[in-house]
């Protein structure tokens, strides 16, 4: 895209992560909510800790099962199609969450799997935290405060409150998408319009449907508001075109991960929960695209959207201060505070 990343921007994505995993790395602990398996296996070793991480039972139930698998498939060189020992036999490649073609999931399985998670999570960080620098440079921010937005975003609810899921390893890549996306309505040449297809590429197969699509409109909205001011109309259609090219592409790169997955979509059991609309069908043939998909695009905005209260209770407290997440890491990690003033940890 021709944007220069500064090296303060380098240095701060990479020690932002380090600065956050470090007790892990340190200690020997794995990053993963073990305590849900309490209840539901026999015999499990005693712990006098209280059953915390509800809300995060879908990592040990789906995410590392779902990891290993897909390790296993590539690790026997084919690709993760299908295994017996999932869900009663399933799809990996078709389960976008299972993240069998995610680039940040791709790199991180250089780690072990036992630190798959921590992996991700640094380079999630590290990703979003240099696509918002970019974007805020592009936006025409001073360094300082394209650094305390990379900062911002990295560490805000977007991020953290999910960083186990896979929502947040797609909106790491969003700032991406929405420079490209202004870069290329501003400057189309062929370059920026395959630098932008990558991106929506790896938009796409990192594993979360809803977020792209959140993010697709997003992108729209800025590129409307932030691309090309000059040229007249003809500049206007010209930089249109070439967001739509892009977007075309990217979505071109993306289909053999993401049309097996729409094409199962409609005979999910899920699915018809959350439409209404009776059992899922396991045989016969449905559109690729219904009238009932409708359901999705409203979800993007207005959390009714399936006739259902949103998420509440105590359980769900960390989602709606996910905003602040971010915040409380980064106040809580620098044990300096405490030593330089030799304040207890409550004071501090």
Known sequence: LSIRLHRTAIVAGLVQPILLDESYVISGRVLLPTFALSRNIPGPPPSSAAYHHTVLNDAIYQFIPWEIEVRRAYGSGRLPLWSDSLDGGSSPWANPQAAAASPIAVVARLAPVEHHLLAALALKLLVAFQGAWLLARLLGSRRSLA????????????????????????????????????????????????????????????????????????????????????????????????????AVIGFMLAAPHILPFAKLLPHTVRYHRMTESGEASTAGSQPLFHPVHGKFLKGVTNPHAYGKAPYDGPGFVPVGGGGYAGLVALARKPNCLSNAFRLSPARA
């Open 147 to 246: 650094l305390l937005s990379g900062a911002a975003f990295s560490l805000g609810g977007g991020i953290m409150a999910w960083s186990l899921f896979p929502h947040s390893s797609t909106a790491a890549w969003m700032p991406w998408l929405i420079a490209g996306s202004i870069r290329l309505t501003r400057r189309p040449t062929a370059r920026n319009v395959a630098t932008t297809s990558v991106i929506t590429a790896a938009l796409l197969l990192s594993g979360h449907p809803e977020t792209v699509l959140g993010g697709g409109i997003l992108a729209v909205v800025c590129v409307v508001s932030l691309g090309r001011r000059a040229g007249g109309f003809h500049g206007v259609l010209r930089g249109a075109g070439a967001a739509t090219t892009a």
